[in-house]
């Protein structure tokens, strides 16, 4: 039986293999540049300070068409903003209330209250970027094969129209040509997007923190990329933390299970 | 130590009562008598172990139930909502979600372990039927369930899958609109699978009882694949196997944990992480891991794949309703397995054409599953036309003509000669209910 067993495992490896061998030939783009983050790992926890400058990269950049709607003001607190500064950051926006009188009224954002969209619909998000809806941030990280490494890889992985033609072809076969409000990335898939390379200069964003490192491209690439895997797995320290206590348990119980049952069946043949 | 086995019939007067009127102290007391064949190996494991699974999956069902809402504009931000703001919102989704892959791990696993024995060889055809149909019921349960978080490949995946029902001659249209409730995937159709994923868990669980039943009824196979003779070949159910069981939980429950903690979307898709929109499809839509062979079953029927040509297309049978019923039609094979592998022998072990044959069929179904997961062009498609029909060969010709033509290798005359074979000289029935004797 174990020599069968063992057949099976062989076959089921040569498959997998041979699957992985496929896989590599089927994609033209890169390989995804890991931005080796802190929270990456069995035991990885968030860089609270790089989470930081993330949501400041976020705040300064991407919040301007990028909505993150799962996220709320409070949740800030989390990354190390004091309640001061949250609440501050939450006020900056507003959203619709029915007051006393039943007239509908702005209203300050408070910490309990979501993060507020940049547009009031999806027609009013595409009728400003040319038609393309820019995706909501909060889960985008899982929701790209690659996540983090996906995202950082897209923010500095723009090419310029000319590499784009020598360097990529469309499912013809042809050389790709951006059209007028179409950039090339050698990341997305397909190469032709309508997003504008969001990060662009060393310094757009100003590091506040101290001990902040310089705010180059890849810097504010990293940064951003490792705040929005935080917005997308907000839980991610409590359930590794949880987990590592769950499996040393599960070891400790296994164990123990082995040794009954082993005294169990002792001097019987089996 | 008294017997364990005394409850049933008890002096104690309360038990004696209840007893006479209900006889549940006689039933647990089955469970602890029941013989069970000495010899049952790992393999033997991966039975309890689903029925662990099914309880862990009603119990994070049930309370993800209390926190979610069954609304096409709601549903997704309903399981963010228990992802960050529920108490171990996040643990009871993962685990929930997970669970229905480790479910299909353990029960696939239980079904190969039947393939090899011959676990579906009489007396025990019943016990089979029953479990593939716990089989279907455990896909239309986790295909609805699937829909439920109301992402891309959740709308999507609803979408394919209830438009396979148009394919069906004259009523084909009206079952499918009648299926969404509407006339596409919409909110009437996500109230209903919320509705029929809560039902039928508890009808697995009901057929699982019936499952148990028959085995209690034609006993356990072992891996010999000879009966149990007398008390020689047995041991109690408890505390032996109860004790073996144990241990695979702990094991399990390792593996199952690992993912859950450490790699809780590693089997899922990144596009169900989408909120679902109708306008959109997705490059790529395809099903969880575990439906992945079927679909690549569905597909391989093209309008000019030869076979179809040969044997479909001239009574008038679209290559859509063909694969459709390929599909169907690769669970359903496995009721009348009993009846196509006619040879007497059950254990692989003493047949050595059959260990081969049914190697090569797992092969081909885990061809297949990889098969599902590709996009539809070649060469994928040919080779899935291929595996495709490898899978029914096997089924409909491989073991029909095998159990005719392999020579067995000659079977013990029973489990308590193979065991003690070269073994120590207690006698069998010294050493077979210890816990009696204490």
Not at chain 2, 7 to 17: A, D, F
Not at chain 2, 410 to 418: F, G, M, R, T, V
Request: charged content about 15%.
């Amino acid at each position: 039986m174990l020599k069968l067993a063992r057949t099976f495992i062989l076959g089921a490896g040569l498959c997998a293999a041979a699957a992985t061998a496929a896989l590599a030939a089927e994609g033209t783009s890169p390989p995804l540049k890991d931005g080796d983050w802190s929270f990456e790992g069995v035991f990885g926890t968030y860089d609270s300070a790089q989470l930081r400058r993330g949501f400041q990269v976020y705040q300064g950049v991407c919040s301007a068409c990028h909505g993150l709607r799962q996220v709320s003001y409070r949740n800030l607190l989390q990354i190390g903003l004091s309640e001061a500064q949250a609440k501050q950051i939450a006020g900056e926006k507003t959203k619709k209330v029915i007051d006393d009188t039943g007239d509908v009224v702005d209203k300050p954002r408070g910490l309990a209250d979501r993060f507020a969209s940049p547009f009031p619909n999806d027609q009013a998000a595409k009728a400003a970027n040319n038609g393309a809806l820019p995706p909501d941030l909060s889960l985008i990280t899982k929701a790209r094969l690659g996540g983090p490494r996906y995202l950082y890889s897209l923010l500095i992985g723009y090419v310029s129209n000319e590499e784009c033609t020598k360097a990529f072809k469309d499912f013809e076969g042809k050389p790709l040509k951006p059209a007028d409000g179409q950039y090339c990335n050698a990341y997305f898939p397909g190469h032709i997007l309508a997003m504008a390379p969001p990060i662009t200069a060393d310094g757009q964003v100003e590091y506040t923190g101290e001990n902040a490192p310089k705010a180059t491209v890849q810097q504010m690439a990293k940064d951003v990329s490792a705040f929005l895997m935080w917005a997308a797995e907000p839980k991610m320290e409590e359930r590794k933390r949880l987990g590592i206590k769950v499996i040393l348990f599960l070891l400790l119980l296994t164990g123990v299970l082995y040794g009954i049952y082993r005294k169990v069946w002792a001097g019987i043949k089996h | 130590m008294s017997t364990p086995a005394a409850h049933g019939q008890s002096q104690n007067r309360t038990v004696k009562w209840i007893n006479d009127r209900l006889p549940i102290f006689t039933f647990a007391d089955h469970f602890q008598d029941y013989p069970a064949p000495r010899n049952l190996n790992y393999w033997w494991n991966f039975g309890s172990l689903a029925g662990l699974v099914l309880m862990i999956m009603i119990a994070t069902g049930i309370v993800l139930a209390m926190h979610y809402t069954p609304n096409s504009e709601l549903a997704f931000d309903s399981v963010e909502r228990i992802m960050r703001d529920v108490n171990y919102g996040w643990l009871l989704r993962y685990v929930h979600m997970n669970g229905a892959s480790m479910f299909f791990i353990v029960v696939y696993i239980h079904i190969f372990r039947g393939f090899y024995f011959g676990s579906y060889k009489s007396p025990r055809e019943v016990l089979w039927w029953l479990g593939v149909v716990i089989l279907l019921l455990m896909m239309a349960t986790a295909f609805m369930g699937y829909v439920l978080p109301w992402g891309q490949m959740s709308f999507w995946g609803a979408k394919v899958i209830t438009n396979l029902f148009s394919a069906i001659p004259l009523v084909g249209t009206t079952i499918t609109e009648w299926l969404w409730g509407g006339f596409t995937v919409g909110n009437p159709t996500l109230n209903r699978f919320f509705s029929l994923h809560y039902l039928l868990p508890f009808v697995i669980l009901g057929v699982v009882v019936l499952h148990i039943w028959a085995l209690h009824t034609v006993k356990s196979n072992n891996p010999l694949g000879v009966e149990m003779k007398g008390p020689q070949d047995s041991i109690p159910f408890h505390p032996y196997y109860t004790v073996k069981d144990y241990f695979g939980v702990g094991v399990f429950l390792l593996v199952f944990a690992a993912i859950v903690f450490f790699f809780p979307n590693f089997l899922g898709e990144p596009d169900n992480y989408i909120p679902a929109d109708p306008l959109k499809t997705p490059p790529h839509i395809v099903p969880e891991w575990y439906f992945l062979p079927y679909y690549a079953i569905l597909r391989s029927f093209t309008q000019d794949w030869w076979f179809f040509q040969i044997v479909f297309s001239w009574w008038g049978v679209s290559a859509k309703l063909a694969g459709v019923l390929a599909m169907f039609a690769s669970i359903l094979v496995l009721f009348v397995l009993p009846w196509l592998d006619t040879s007497k022998v059950r254990s692989g072990r003493f047949r050595p054409m059959f260990k081969w044959a049914i190697l090569v069929f797992l092969l081909d179904c885990l061809l297949l599953g990889y098969l599902g997961a590709k996009p539809a062009a070649e060469p994928w498609v040919s080779i899935s036309q291929w595996a495709t029909l490898y899978y029914f060969v096997h089924f409909l010709v491989i073991l029909p003509i095998l159990s005719r033509i392999e020579t067995p290798k000659p079977l013990p005359h029973s489990i308590a000669e193979a065991v003690l074979k070269g073994g120590g000289g207690a006698a069998a029935g010294a050493t077979a209910k210890p816990m009696e004797k204490a």
